[in-house]
């Protein structure tokens, strides 16, 4: 007997639609081993030429203050790496504008923090870095922090979430019943002394995350008018707060019912964002205070975004470098001090 099989007729091929390969990236082009890291910026001379390739196309310097590009180089105390910009008059460095700006820690140990930052899934923690590069940790974790603004500022390009987008919140805190009595908040028990955080992914793309000050219908879907785009589905649990969303279309799964697939409908990716997130949190942060819990959301938004390992190292170290210039660099001080109200970090 003959079975007709995998043939397929000539009309149904030309109507089938064709795959757009994307192209294989192996480990090898998008990222670099460690050991070759340092290698490659063993020096401080390294260090400066690598960041001012991926920052300045063609190795051509751009002036931070004005954007002239027929700038000068020049020496301070005999040191290379100055340039003077004859438009405005200024003279500044790579670190210009960026992270690294009014930091004395050399280029080499900076560049190791960004590449552990990227290159490390779940973080690394301001004790570890301390001992890594040989600073206090009070230096690190400043330096951490930084690096976090500058994950901060790559959410902040306008990229609103499109197409399918799965929402959902969590919340992260310890247990009241674990807490030093002398800690515990005595306001009963569930999510009391907990932060809340509401999250969208788009499926197969990009993802956000925000800290947000309570459930309420309100408070919820502004935070999701924030990031995903009126044309999108949207897909959540059965909260009520999710009931009324402004997008095209809303579809629900019922959690309490045991229900976690219902057609198209599931929560399953970003779920999986709150995996790493929560895995994160207890294997390396251990506690991440209320004050400052929206940089470390960030920075794992980050990974998983522009940080993720089918993009070039060069390119995700640029997206930390470049992105950083807008704003003015956070000082150690301003960090301490920017607190709101409400116990969380002000805006950046
Ligand atoms: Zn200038």
């Known amino acids: 007997m003959w079975y007709n099989i995998g043939v397929v007729s000539q009309e149904k091929v030309e109507t089938m639609p064709t795959k757009v390969k994307k192209p294989f990236l192996s480990v090898k082009d998008t990222t670099m081993p460690y050991v070759e890291f340092v290698k490659s910026f063993s020096t401080e001379f390294k260090a400066r030429r690598y960041l001012e390739k991926v920052r300045w196309s063609d190795n051509k310097p751009i002036c931070p203050h004005c954007g002239h590009t027929h700038v000068w180089t020049t020496k301070r105390n005999g040191v290379k790496g100055y340039y003077e910009c004859p438009n405005c008059g200024k003279v500044f460095t790579i670190r ?29 923690s301001s004790i570890q870095l301390a001992l890594d590069i040989g600073v206090t940790q009070k230096t690190s974790w400043f330096m951490l922090q ?20 799965e929402a959902d919140a969590v919340y992260f805190g310890g247990k009241e019943k674990n807490k030093h009595e002398s800690k515990k908040l005595k306001k009963g028990r569930g999510t009391v002394g907990k932060v809340a955080i509401l999250g969208a992914k788009e499926r197969g793309g990009r993802v956000g995350a925000k800290v947000i000050l309570d459930t309420s219908h309100e408070t919820v879907h502004d935070t999701l008018k924030g990031m995903i785009d009126g044309t999108a589905t949207l897909m959540t649990d059965e909260h009520a707060s999710y009931v009324g969303v402004p997008f095209a279309n809303h579809n629900i799964v019922r959690h309490a019912v045991k229900e976690f697939v219902n057609g198209m409908a599931s929560t399953n990716e970003i779920e999986s964002v709150w995996s790493i997130l929560k895995r994160g949190w207890v294997g390396i942060y251990h506690h991440f205070s209320q004050k400052h819990i929206q940089l470390y959301v960030n920075e794992f938004c980050f990974r998983l975004n522009e940080g993720k ?12 470098c470049v992105f950083s210039l807008k704003k003015k660099p956070l000082s150690y001080k301003a960090l301490l001090a920017r607190e709101g109200d409400n116990g969380l970090m002000r805006a950046a």
Request: glycine share 4%; with cysteine.
């Open 146 to 165: 930084r690096i976090r603004m500058a994950c901060t500022q790559t959410m902040d390009v306008g990229k609103m979430l499109k197409n399918i987008v």
């Open 96 to 124: 210009t504008g960026t992270i690294f700006e009014r930091s004395h820690v050399p280029l080499t140990k900076w560049l190791y923090a960004c590449y552990k930052v990227i290159t490390s899934r779940k973080g690394i």
């Open 309 to 320: 390992c089918d993009v070039k190292l060069d390119e995700r170290i640029k997206s930390m």
